[in-house]
């Protein structure tokens, strides 16, 4: 009796631990595997700007772009920004810049934020609105969604020019149907005194602008980061 019961005992202890030499190799494997899950990369976000979105006149740090490097990371939002602006582009020295910076950077939204050079060299708004379009198809042939910034000129222009230039901005966005920012300046350019939150050259916003820039900026863009 005494020999079964060690028997019984020995083939037991023999069946657990051929159970557990068994499970730990799948759990050890399963262990692997998640350790091994790569993080999610964070998304790249591509600023393609003019003087607006690259700080002239301003402290580095204080214009809206860098701004929205810090409301990111508020957000807790996986994202990093390239900020490519440089003072006085045209949507043609934009068109082109940009293929090479989608293929240095791969990013995933693409904001565009040119053509108000454009108007103040009295360059034809038949080439600003080819040069829009042709920007925001490669950049989503490029795989990326794409926020187009719209500008708007001094009603010293004149009003038909004023309303086609407005136009421009929203006959790309529909026609590309891409998320569509109306005026990068609204709260800014159109106030009561729009001088007080300019520097001295009337064109440039001040920092304190910059806060409100980004406002109009973040609804539409938010979008495109979910």
């Given amino acids: 009796m005494i020999c079964d019961l060690h028997r019984r005992h020995f083939i037991l202890t023999t069946a657990a631990g051929t159970l557990t030499g068994l499970c730990a190799p799948a759990a050890m494997a399963q262990q692997a595997g998640k350790a091994q899950a790569p993080a999610r990369e964070a ?3 591509l600023v393609l700007g003019d003087s607006l979105s690259a700080e002239y006149g301003l402290a580095r740090g204080t214009g809206w772009v860098a701004l929205l490097e810090k409301r990111l990371a508020q957000e807790k939002i996986a994202a990093s920004v390239v900020n490519a602006s440089v003072s006085g582009e045209t949507t ?29 060299r009295g360059l034809p708004l038949k080439n600003t609105q080819e040069n829009l379009a042709w920007m925001v198809e490669t950049a989503q042939k490029a795989g990326a969604k794409v926020l187009l910034v719209g500008m ?22 529909k026609a590309r149907k891409v998320a569509l920012v109306p005026f990068f300046l609204k709260g800014v350019a159109d106030g009561t005194d729009p001088t007080r939150l300019f520097q001295p050259d009337r064109i440039h ?11 109009n900026v973040w609804p539409e863009l938010q979008k495109l980061l979910r």
């Fill in 43 to 45: 998304r790249r976000i």
């Fill in 92 to 120: 043609s020295g934009g068109r082109s810049r940009l293929a090479a910076l989608l293929a240095q950077h791969q990013p995933s939204v693409v904001v565009l934020e040119l053509g108000g050079n454009d108007a103040l």
């Fill in 152 to 173: 708007q000129v001094p009603p010293n222009y004149g009003t038909d020019y004023a309303n086609r230039f407005t136009a421009t901005f929203a006959d790309v966005a």
């Fill in 205 to 215: 916003p001040r920092a304190e602008a910059h806060p409100q820039m980004l406002a």
